[in-house]
């Protein structure tokens, strides 16, 4: 079972005898087991750099940081909320620690929150050389040290410096990418050291406490279990699966039983978080066959784009109707299927090729679509950790050609242009990835890329004109929010979009038909009630509008922005000592509502209460420089 001999079904393509390593590459091992990694490292740095200069982009961005304030400290009242929020769908506790952390050091400066990707990112790497170093010796013992470091550092730079890695650095939301991704390699380093002969007697707490914290930080990781089963089948050949010992089998699943609990508590969590958000994508939506669909065109999505990373995106959106026979789907099927078989034969000889593709597909399985949520077919952040079998057959294939070179399996010149080859592909990747890092410096750049990649993506026109409302270009936003509903006129938050950018463009009467038309169809969508209370309101049907406003405050007294609204309607009214009344309780209770302090000074002026709004207009300055200007030129003439 723990045989070597290259007869056995784990053959691989080596010669038969074994190597010494020579004395110069017994030198100094130490110093090469650290200079290598921080080359890599420094590389990795190099590479994702211009990242440090990218802001928040509102894809999440603006829901986890700019409106969040929970993240913001390491308090007894922070930490509580990082262990039990569910925000956007994601039970990410520790990943949260490291932001709050992040908040400490930089406050709102993203500067440092992408500072904290790109080291975290090189961190990783450095771990994946270490994890590939090891596997590689393991799987091939007759090959040199310095061939062995140079394949390492090989499958290292492929994953790291992949344009597929970009949206997992670049963009600070997906955090939990980089932490998880070196949690689990940590994971997978910490039971390869203790498998070895010599290894301590801390055994494999090491490990299972890494996991532990890849889980807290994102619940990808859950496949773990299942991929050190497999490394248990090769390279470490603790198990023959061609003999059928199940007795070996059964103390493997037993040695598993700590990180089976793991992923399943993981497991829970993550479907709860879900389910409390509603994210989960019903069978009405997409049905068992979609699923199958969506799953196998990410098998051969993230495998032909590792290959040619072209026409990369922040969003493939998931189309209106999914039918297995059009060629976008039914390709990829045929193409999984061949490789299937391909890899079978092959690894009738080469167990390598179907143990990396089995980990492949297990890695890729929680995010293939069979549980799906979003609007997304597939998303290149998935690749993060699923794509690593691939990273480590690159390094390998390049030091077995030097080997085989060396021995004269293959000409010299033959290898030499290989390797070059190879080179030269790692040094595309890493200026594609250059590029593809200031994809997300800002929400339009990002949104302008997407469609470039894919003119028919309704969210990507939705989110530029998004982008373009918050720069205060109403008119451009329109047009924007137009074209997405042409694609997609189901989608009732466009619409909703849609009739806010009416409403600032001064087309009021045009944006209460897309409120009304929202609001007949999901009712229990508060913001766009009070929207269309708004809109009610600045027509001049001020009974209406209160109506809608007081409906909306008996579902939720606490409504920031209805209570607001409402408050200013009072003011409208003639009621002002009422509404300043309140406008003071909201502002008591979120000092953050620019909206309310503009509305109190006006209510303050209108009272004659001249120091109280002086007071009032200096905070809303020190918050809003541009809201105070223009009260200043509003009501200068009044003081």
């Known amino acids: 079972m723990n045989s070597n001999n290259s007869s056995s079904p784990f053959a691989v393509l080596l010669p038969t005898h074994q190597l010494s390593p020579t004395r110069h590459e017994t030198r100094w091992p130490l110093l090469r087991r650290t200079v290598v990694p921080l080359l890599a490292a420094t590389a990795t740095f190099a590479v994702f750099c211009p990242a440090l200069w990218n802001g928040f982009v509102n894809w999440d961005d603006t829901t986890n940081f700019i409106n969040n304030d929970e993240y913001r400290g390491l308090n007894w009242k922070n930490l509580r909320w990082m262990a039990s929020t569910f925000l956007l769908g994601q039970w990410i506790p520790f990943t949260w620690l490291t932001l709050g952390i992040d908040y400490a050091l930089w406050g709102m400066n993203p500067f440092g929150y992408h500072l904290t990707n790109v080291l975290l990112h090189c961190a990783t790497t450095a771990v994946w050389y270490l994890v590939s170093r090891h596997l590689l010796a393991l799987a091939f013992p007759s090959l040199g040290v310095t061939a062995r470091d140079a394949s390492a550092l090989g499958a290292a730079l492929f994953f790291a410096i992949h344009p597929l890695r970009a949206e997992s650095v670049a963009w600070v939301t997906e955090r939990r990418d980089v932490v998880s991704g070196l949690f689990f390699l940590l994971a997978v380093l910490g039971y390869l050291h203790a498998r070895r002969p010599d290894a301590r007697r801390t055994g494999l707490w090491p490990s299972i406490v890494c996991y532990i914290l890849a889980a807290l930080s994102k619940s990808i990781v859950v496949s773990l279990p299942v991929v050190l089963l497999l490394l248990d089948v090769y390279p470490l050949r603790r198990l023959n699966i061609r003999r059928r010992d199940f007795r070996a089998l059964r103390q493997l699943l037993i040695e598993k039983a700590p990180y089976v609990a793991v992923a399943v508590a993981t497991g829970i969590m993550a479907i709860w978080a879900q389910r409390h958000n509603h994210y989960l994508t019903p069978l009405d939506r997409l049905s068992l066959l979609d699923r199958v669909s969506v799953a196998i065109y990410g098998l051969w999505f993230y495998f032909t784009r590792t290959l040619v990373p ?61 549980l799906h949520n979003g609007h997304q077919l597939v998303h290149d952040r998935y690749s993060y950790l699923s794509c690593l079998p691939w990273a480590i057959l690159f390094g390998a ?39 593809q890092v200031k994809v997300w410096r800002d929400d339009d750049t990002l949104w302008r890329y997407a469609l470039d990649a894919d003119s028919s993506c309704s969210i990507c026109y939705a989110n530029l004109g998004l982008s373009l409302a918050s720069r205060n270009l109403p008119e451009l936003a329109i047009k924007e929010f137009e074209r997405a ?25 045009e944006a209460l038909t897309y409120f009304v038309r929202v609001r007949n169809r999901n009712p229990s969508d508060l913001g766009n009630r009070n929207n269309m209370a708004v809109a009610l309101l600045r027509l001049g049907r001020h009974a209406e509008g209160m109506a809608e406003l007081r409906s909306i405050l008996a579902q939720d007294p606490q409504n920031i922005h209805a209570r607001a609204n409402f408050a ?62 223009w009260l200043d030129g509003l009501f200068i003439g009044s003081w």
């Open 310 to 370: 072209v026409g990369l995106s922040p969003l493939y959106e998931l189309p209106a109707k999914i039918n297995f026979l059009e060629p976008r789907f039914l390709v990829p099927a045929l193409g999984v299927l061949a490789l299937t078989i391909a890899v079978t034969v092959l690894g009738r000889r080469w167990v390598a090729l179907p143990v990396a593709a089995a980990a492949y597909a297990v890695i890729l399985a929680p995010v293939s679509g069979l």
């Open 485 to 509: 509903l042409a694609l997609r006129p189901d989608r009732l938050q466009t619409h909703s979009h849609l009739g806010v950018a009416l409403l600032n463009a001064g087309r009021t009467a």
């Open 397 to 435: 294939a390049g030091a077995l050609t030097i080997h085989a070179s060396q021995h004269g399996l293959v000409r010299r010149p033959v290898a030499r242009g290989a390797v070059l080859a190879m080179a030269a592909w790692l040094v595309a990747l890493g200026t594609l990835t250059w590029q």
């Open 568 to 629: 200013t309607a009072l003011l409208e009214a003639r009621q002002v000592e009422t509404g300043v009344a309140l406008l003071e309780r909201i502002i008591a209770d979120r000092p953050d509502q620019v909206p309310a302090r503009i509305a109190l000074v006006r209510g303050y002026l209108a009272l004659d209460r001249w120091e109280d709004a002086r007071k009032a207009l200096e905070s809303l300055r020190r918050m809003d420089e541009r809201a105070a200007q």
